[in-house]
């Protein structure tokens, strides 16, 4: 199952290392990553693989939205299929 | 591959703008619990709709946490109770309300739809029963919702029906008085009213649906706001495309989830309903729509021309983006559920007249107005004719929800909170209707063809 992870924020040391640790410890594999930073603040986005994830999503999702207000960012990780929904025909 | 805007749009879609799916409704069949003996008939209702709804909710949150699109409202519409309820000895039908309630709390919904009639020809002895024990019904229950239809197309409007639900909305607003009156919000009476339709209180699961199966409702106003605001100044086509292309989007949200739900319950999918629900938040406005259109305030002369453009784009838009479209499919005016038009409304800017005309041209009918409480049964019956009679003669769905707040006047303010948010008391016209009313019989089917 792929999602994308994505992550806003005031840019700071760390932020990658510490999401990539949290995948991985969940078992989930990230397939692309691409990140920019406008006006200091710091967007990524990531293409991650969670069928093999250890936790059910839900519970992937607190634990990522959880990094983030300790990162003070904000951290989403939604299905693939609901942009692909969106923006494709 | 998506591309970061794409991405970033439809996050702030949900952050910002209000997108969400605005309800998952399971539509169950009740046929199968009919019983002489009541007791026996609520209790197989009660534990079918437990046995097929258990997992509702849970699939609901599921949904909602994969896709991190919120899914305000999981609900439950039923086969209309007085079908049901029909063959069994009792004159009550009070405890097939409180059986659906006791369901609702188990499995965990927000509402549940269908203790419900069709009365458009005439009314059987179940029906009769049914409408005489609704004030009861929605004062002694909080989930259970009640509509019924006394008019359609091809069979024009039953008036004997139409009095009685006149009176039947002012003693439920008497029962319920200690709330605003909030019964009433829980009742609407249609004119040809749709079986898939997935949005409360007008939910029930129609004759001619299958088993069960699962109606999604989307919403929208915010997004569809938003995407205006970049088009200002420019030609009415404009708006249409945007607000056609906007739709599409939506509407696929609405279509992935009612996949998804329906695989995950293993229940078929039926229809998705486009249509654009307000609520009381800011920026969450089919008002604010009609006002970024170019009206000062919703209720403007041009109010009703820049609504017909809205709810057919809304249409034309979602048509495409959905296998099966259904339910209501259409801009909803409702005054208490959209800050926009309780403002226009407080001001004196939108008065039932305008509404009237608005419906004409709009999903679904004169929605969630409060009136005065010494409004007489007779008027309200009056209301409730003129708007059978706009969807009657138009081949639509019209409908009406009007809470005559016991103890209040014009000017006055009633509070129902949450998403049925506030109103301000509208003045009704005054002039007398009650000999009309009191008339009684048919109104029969209009002409179909000469056609002017």
């Known amino acids: 199952m792929h999602a994308f992870v994505t992550v806003v924020g005031k840019d700071k040391v760390g932020i990658i290392a510490a999401i990539c640790i949290l995948l991985s410890e969940k078992n989930v594999n990230i397939l692309d990553i691409s990140q920019t930073i406008l006006q200091d603040y710091f967007t990524m986005f990531m293409l991650v693989d969670a069928s093999e994830c250890s936790t059910p999503f839900a519970e992937l999702s607190e634990c990522l939205s959880a990094l983030g207000q300790k990162m003070d960012l904000t951290i989403r990780i939604q299905r693939e299929e609901i942009f692909n929904a969106m923006h494709k025909i | ?452």
């Open chain 2, 1 to 452: 591959m998506i591309n970061q805007g794409e991405i970033l749009q439809t996050i702030k879609m949900i952050d910002q703008q209000h997108l969400d799916v605005r309800t998952i409704t399971m539509g169950i069949s009740l046929r199968d619990c009919s019983h002489s003996d009541i007791k026996i008939s609520c209790d197989k209702i009660y534990d079918k709709i437990c046995r097929y709804a258990g997992n509702l909710v849970r699939t609901g949150e599921q949904i909602e946490a994969e896709f991190g699109i919120p899914i305000v409202n999981k609900r439950i519409s039923v086969t209309p109770i007085a079908l049901v309820a029909e063959s069994c000895d009792s004159e009550d039908y009070v405890p097939f309300a409180k059986a659906l309630d006791r369901a609702a709390r188990e499995v965990g919904v927000n509402f549940l739809g269908g203790f419900s009639a069709l009365v458009h020809k005439g009314c059987t002895k179940g029906d009769e029963r049914l409408l005489r024990s609704i004030p009861e019904a929605l004062a002694e229950t909080s989930f259970v919702c009640s509509s019924v239809n006394v008019g359609t197309t091809r069979a024009g409007i039953n008036m004997n029906a139409v009095r009685m639900m006149g009176e039947i909305v002012k003693k439920t607003a008497y029962l319920t008085r200690d709330t605003g009156s909030f019964g009433c919000a829980k009742l609407v009476i249609f004119c040809n009213a749709v079986e898939d339709n997935p949005f409360m209180a007008g939910a029930f699961h129609g004759i001619g649906e299958p088993e069960c199966e699962i109606n999604v409702g989307v919403s929208g106003p915010g997004v569809v706001y938003e995407a205006l605001k970049s088009v200002k100044g420019q030609s009415l086509d404009v708006v249409a495309e945007t607000i056609k292309k906007t739709a599409f989007q939506i509407t696929r949200v609405g279509q992935l989830v009612a996949q998804e739900a329906s695989s995950r319950l293993g229940v078929p999918f039926g229809v998705v309903d486009l249509s654009l629900a307000p609520t009381p938040a800011i920026g969450d406005s089919v008002a604010d729509i009609l006002e970024e259109m170019g009206l000062s305030s919703v209720g403007a002369p041009g109010t009703t021309a820049a609504l017909a453009l809205l709810n057919d784009a809304v249409k034309k838009g979602g048509v495409m983006a959905s296998s099966n479209v259904g339910g209501l499919s259409g801009a909803f005016i409702p005054v208490s559920e959209d800050a926009g038009m309780i403002a226009a409304a407080t001001a004196g800017y939108l008065t039932i007249e305008k509404l009237e005309a608005m419906t004409c041209v709009c999903s679904v009918g004169l929605d969630m107005i409060a009136i005065p409480g010494d409004t007489s049964a007779e008027t309200i019956s009056a209301i409730i004719a003129d708007e059978a009679a706009i969807g009657m003669v138009n081949n639509k769905t019209t409908a009406v929800r009007l809470i005559p707040v016991v103890g209040k006047k014009v000017g006055d303010m009633v509070e129902f909170g949450g998403l049925f948010g506030s109103a301000p008391i509208m003045p009704v016209n005054t002039c007398d209707p009650t000999e009309f009313i009191l008339r009684g019989g048919r109104i029969p089917a209009p002409m179909h063809s000469l056609k002017n």
